[in-house]
């Protein structure tokens, strides 16, 4: 018999799925995830194509298949449907707010890992201990490896910082994935980059997949004793995958700013500044403003990076003053996914950063010609205003809040 507080865990899982559940509609082609929670979605899909919902289910795993199977699910694969509509899964951790996951110690992570790679949206269903600041901050990073030179593939896995550990079944024999490899949970501890760690442990010679899911969740759907509540991904946009221009005059942090929440993210970043023309670059240098003219081309390539990016249909971070509105009209314009955050700075900080920072182009000299160009973006350009004297880890978190709050505000219950 379960404990009172498993089963009270379990019921909030439970909560957690209906609500996922609820995203499925006629049509659908919906990714089944592996898991105890996982497990609780499919009871109430199962209960709603009773009820006559029609849909087909891309198993992640065969104990899923198993389960959907008997409950009369209908089942696919994904050579017969390459794109999924939705997926439902579970995770053993959520980071707040960029809601970047750690899974897999279900056993099945190539499996999920693949689903949701192929799923136009991906929903995470979890109780709210599974909530973290940092990702492993209470577990470690399942890496699922080919089974030759395992201990090779170990030992590159410690130099990355980690204590790695052979998952086994309680028999004490390794445990054997469903695609026959083995996992190695590897315990970083709290992480601060977990999109560069991810490309990282990818690196690693007989690495087959990482259990951080970086960029992939759309929505979570976490249960506590409050009820549901629905947690939306920053990445989640109606016009398409956000762009977001990190504005400021030099000095306000917007290059660092930029750079944490793209690590973060896991976003493409691009540094504006490295968009200059050599004539631009000589010309700060040596303490002269930049003009309208001067600014023309380089506005041009900041445009075009944005432009590749939405064509891609990824999300990106691109740093660039953007003093002007003239300026932002140009490379924002009636793009309606790009947004903006602007790091609004006392000029007296913004002159000490300055002194202090070494190795860059622009010169001290050059504040105040940036400050009298400048032109706060105004309300009708629904900006992002931060302050700069927070850390810039502190900031970065605050727009991270504020892109997903702004996610559930225009997307509503994620298209329900």
Same mark, same amino acid.
């Given at each position: 018999?379960?404990?009172?507080?498993?089963?009270?865990?379990?019921?909030?899982?439970?909560?957690?799925?209906?609500?996922a559940a %609820?995203?499925?509609v006629d049509?659908?082609?919906? &990714?089944?995830?592996? &898991?105890? !929670?996982?497990?609780f979605?499919?009871?109430?899909?199962?209960?709603?194509?009773k009820?006559?919902?029609?849909?087909?289910?891309?198993?992640?795993?065969e104990?899923?298949a198993?389960q959907?199977?008997? %409950?009369?699910?209908?089942l696919?694969?994904? =050579?017969?449907?390459?794109?999924?509509?939705?997926? #439902?899964?579970?995770?053993d951790?959520?980071?707040?707010?960029t809601?970047?996951?750690?899974?897999? @110690?279900?056993?099945?992570?190539? @499996?999920?890992?693949?689903?949701?790679?192929?799923?136009?949206? +991906?929903? #995470?269903?979890? =109780?709210?201990s599974?909530?973290?600041?940092?990702?492993?901050? @209470?577990?470690?990073?399942?890496?699922?490896?080919?089974?030759?030179?395992?201990?090779?593939?170990?030992?590159?896995?410690?130099?990355?910082?980690?204590?790695?550990k052979?998952r086994?079944? !309680?028999?004490?024999?390794?445990?054997?994935t469903?695609?026959?490899?083995?996992?190695?949970?590897?315990?970083?501890?709290?992480?601060s980059?977990?999109?560069?760690?991810?490309?990282?442990?990818?690196?690693?010679?007989?690495?087959?997949?990482?259990g951080?899911?970086i960029?992939?969740?759309?929505?979570?759907?976490?249960?506590?004793?409050?009820?549901?509540?629905?947690?939306v991904s920053?990445?989640?946009?109606?016009?398409?995958?956000?762009i977001?221009?990190?504005?400021g005059?030099?000095?306000?942090?917007?290059?660092t700013?930029?750079?944490?929440l793209?690590?973060?993210? &896991?976003w493409?970043?691009?540094?504006?500044d490295?968009l200059?023309?050599? %004539?631009?670059?000589?010309?700060? %240098?040596?303490?002269?403003?930049?003009t309208?003219?001067?600014?023309?081309?380089?506005? &041009?390539?900041?445009?075009?990076? #944005?432009?590749r990016q939405?064509?891609?249909?990824?999300?990106?971070?691109i740093?660039?003053?953007?003093?002007?509105?003239?300026?932002?009209?140009?490379?924002?314009?009636?793009?309606?996914?790009?947004?903006?955050?602007?790091?609004?700075?006392?000029? =007296?900080?913004?002159?000490?950063?300055?002194?202090?920072?070494l190795?860059h182009f622009?010169?001290?000299?050059?504040?105040?010609?940036?400050?009298?160009t400048?032109?706060?973006?105004g +309300?009708?350009?629904h900006p #992002?205003?931060v302050?700069?004297?927070?850390?810039p880890?502190?900031i970065?978190?605050?727009i991270?809040?504020?892109?997903?709050?702004r996610?559930?505000s225009?997307?509503?219950?994620?298209?329900?």
């Amino acid at each position: 018999m379960n404990s009172p507080n498993k089963s009270s865990q379990d019921e909030l899982k439970r909560e957690a799925a209906v609500a996922a559940a %609820a995203l499925v509609v006629d049509g659908m082609v919906v &990714g089944l995830g592996t &898991g105890s !929670t996982a497990a609780f979605a499919i009871e109430e899909l199962a209960r709603r194509s009773k009820q006559g919902l029609r849909f087909v289910g891309i198993p992640t795993s065969e104990r899923t298949a198993a389960q959907a199977a008997a %409950a009369g699910i209908p089942l696919s694969t994904l =050579d017969e449907h390459p794109r999924i509509d939705l997926t #439902i899964d579970g995770a053993d951790e959520v980071e707040r707010g960029t809601l970047n996951v750690i899974k897999g @110690h279900g056993g099945a992570l190539l @499996h999920e890992k693949i689903v949701a790679a192929a799923s136009t949206r +991906l929903a #995470i269903i979890v =109780d709210d201990s599974k909530l973290v600041d940092r990702l492993g901050a @209470h577990v470690a990073v399942p890496v699922e490896v080919v089974t030759f030179g395992l201990e090779a593939t170990r030992v590159s896995l410690q130099a990355l910082g980690a204590s790695v550990k052979l998952r086994a079944e !309680t028999s004490g024999e390794p445990f054997v994935t469903d695609s026959g490899n083995r996992i190695l949970d590897c315990n970083f501890g709290e992480i601060s980059d977990p999109a560069t760690l991810d490309d990282n442990i990818r690196r690693c010679i007989g690495v087959v997949v990482s259990g951080l899911f970086i960029n992939l969740a759309h929505v979570a759907f976490v249960a506590s004793a409050r009820g549901v509540e629905q947690m939306v991904s920053p990445r989640v946009h109606p016009n398409g995958p956000p762009i977001l221009v990190v504005m400021g005059v030099s000095g306000s942090g917007k290059t660092t700013i930029a750079r944490d929440l793209a690590s973060r993210l &896991g976003w493409a970043y691009k540094d504006g500044d490295a968009l200059h023309s050599e %004539a631009n670059i000589a010309r700060m %240098a040596a303490g002269f403003p930049l003009t309208d003219a001067d600014r023309e081309p380089w506005l &041009g390539a900041v445009a075009a990076w #944005i432009d590749r990016q939405r064509a891609r249909e990824q999300p990106g971070i691109i740093s660039c003053s953007a003093l002007k509105r003239a300026y932002r009209q140009v490379i924002i314009g009636d793009r309606p996914n790009v947004r903006l955050a602007y790091v609004s700075a006392n000029p =007296d900080l913004i002159a000490e950063r300055l002194t202090a920072r070494l190795g860059h182009f622009m010169p001290p000299s050059l504040l105040q010609s940036q400050l009298d160009t400048l032109e706060e973006p105004g +309300l009708d350009e629904h900006p #992002i205003v931060v302050n700069a004297d927070p850390s810039p880890e502190q900031i970065a978190s605050e727009i991270i809040g504020r892109l997903g709050t702004r996610g559930i505000s225009e997307q509503g219950a994620l298209d329900r």
